[in-house]
C-alpha cells in the first residue's frame, strides 16, 4: 500500500490533473457535451497506454543501452526539474499553436499526459521495485492515477465552479513544489550511486 501511495502521488504530481483541467476546457470548449466526454476518454486511454508501454518495455530498453540506474535517476530528476519549473511558472504551449486532427491524442493524450517526465518516473519506480509484487503495486498505481484523471476532465465543469481559477493555479504551484523535490531526491540518488560505483571500483 506504501509503494502504491508512493507511486500514485508522484504520478499525480508529475501528470498534474488539477493543471490539465484549464487546457482541456480551452481545446474542447467549441465542443459538445458528448464529444467533450469522448476526447476525455480518448486522451486517458492513451496516455495509459504509453505509460503502459514503457512500464513494460522500460527495462530491455534500458539493458539493451547499458544505462545505469544512477544515470537514469540523474536524467530523470533533471526532466522533472524542468517540469517542476514550468508548473511553478505557469509556462504552457498556447492550445491554439497545436496543428492535429485530433486533439484529445495530441497534444492531450500526448505529450501533456503521458510525458517525458511521467514516462521517466514510471520506468525508474519499475526498475526499483524491491519484489515482483511492486510490479503489481505499480500497475495499480497507474491505472488508478488514469481513473482520476478521466474523472477530473469528465466532471471538469463541476471542478471549475467548485475551486473556480484561483484555486485550479494554487494546486498547480503547489504540484510544482512537491515535483521539484522529488526531482532534487531523484539527482542526490544518482550522485551517491555514482560515488558508491566509484569507490566500489
Same mark, same amino acid.
Given at each position: 500500500?506504501?509503494?502504491?501511495?508512493?507511486?500514485?502521488?508522484?504520478?499525480?504530481?508529475?501528470?498534474?490533473?488539477?493543471?490539465?483541467?484549464?487546457?482541456?476546457?480551452?481545446?474542447?470548449?467549441?465542443?459538445?457535451?458528448? @464529444?467533450?466526454?469522448?476526447?476525455?476518454? *480518448? !486522451? #486517458?486511454?492513451?496516455?495509459?497506454? /504509453?505509460?503502459?508501454?514503457?512500464? +513494460? %518495455?522500460?527495462?530491455?530498453?534500458?539493458?539493451?543501452?547499458?544505462?545505469?540506474?544512477?544515470?537514469?535517476?540523474?536524467?530523470?530528476?533533471?526532466?522533472?526539474?524542468?517540469?517542476?519549473?514550468?508548473?511553478?511558472?505557469? @509556462?504552457?504551449?498556447?492550445?491554439?499553436? *497545436? !496543428? #492535429?486532427?485530433?486533439?484529445?491524442? /495530441?497534444?492531450?493524450?500526448?505529450? +501533456? %499526459?503521458?510525458?517525458?517526465?511521467?514516462?521517466?518516473?514510471?520506468?525508474?519506480?519499475?526498475?526499483?521495485?524491491?519484489?515482483?509484487?511492486?510490479?503489481?503495486?505499480?500497475?495499480?498505481?497507474?491505472?488508478?492515477?488514469?481513473?482520476?484523471?478521466?474523472?477530473?476532465?469528465?466532471?471538469?465543469?463541476?471542478?471549475?465552479?467548485?475551486?473556480?481559477?484561483?484555486?485550479?493555479?494554487?494546486?498547480?504551484?503547489?504540484?510544482?513544489?512537491?515535483?521539484?523535490?522529488?526531482?532534487?531526491?531523484?539527482?542526490?540518488?544518482?550522485?551517491?550511486?555514482?560515488?558508491?560505483?566509484?569507490?566500489?571500483?
Amino acid at each position: 500500500m506504501e509503494y502504491v501511495l508512493t507511486v500514485g502521488v508522484t504520478l499525480f504530481v508529475i501528470m498534474d490533473p488539477p493543471g490539465i483541467v484549464p487546457i482541456y476546457l480551452a481545446l474542447t470548449g467549441a465542443m459538445d457535451q458528448r @464529444e467533450r466526454n469522448r476526447a476525455a476518454l *480518448q !486522451a #486517458t486511454a492513451l496516455s495509459l497506454g /504509453v505509460i503502459t508501454l514503457f512500464a +513494460l %518495455l522500460g527495462q530491455q530498453i534500458i539493458n539493451y543501452l547499458h544505462i545505469d540506474l544512477a544515470a537514469l535517476q540523474g536524467a530523470g530528476g533533471l526532466l522533472l526539474l524542468l517540469v517542476s519549473l514550468q508548473l511553478l511558472t505557469g @509556462e504552457a504551449d498556447d492550445p491554439s499553436s *497545436q !496543428a #492535429t486532427s485530433n486533439i484529445a491524442l /495530441v497534444p492531450l493524450g500526448t505529450p +501533456l %499526459l503521458a510525458g517525458p517526465g511521467a514516462i521517466v518516473a514510471v520506468i525508474l519506480y519499475v526498475q526499483q521495485a524491491p519484489s515482483r509484487i511492486d510490479y503489481l503495486w505499480v500497475a495499480i498505481a497507474i491505472v488508478l492515477i488514469h481513473v482520476v484523471i478521466y474523472l477530473v476532465m469528465r466532471y471538469s465543469g463541476v471542478l471549475v465552479k467548485i475551486l473556480r481559477r484561483g484555486g485550479i493555479e494554487v494546486l498547480t504551484r503547489i504540484a510544482g513544489v512537491l515535483l521539484a523535490a522529488i526531482a532534487v531526491q531523484l539527482i542526490a540518488d544518482a550522485v551517491m550511486g555514482f560515488v558508491e560505483v566509484f569507490q566500489n571500483s
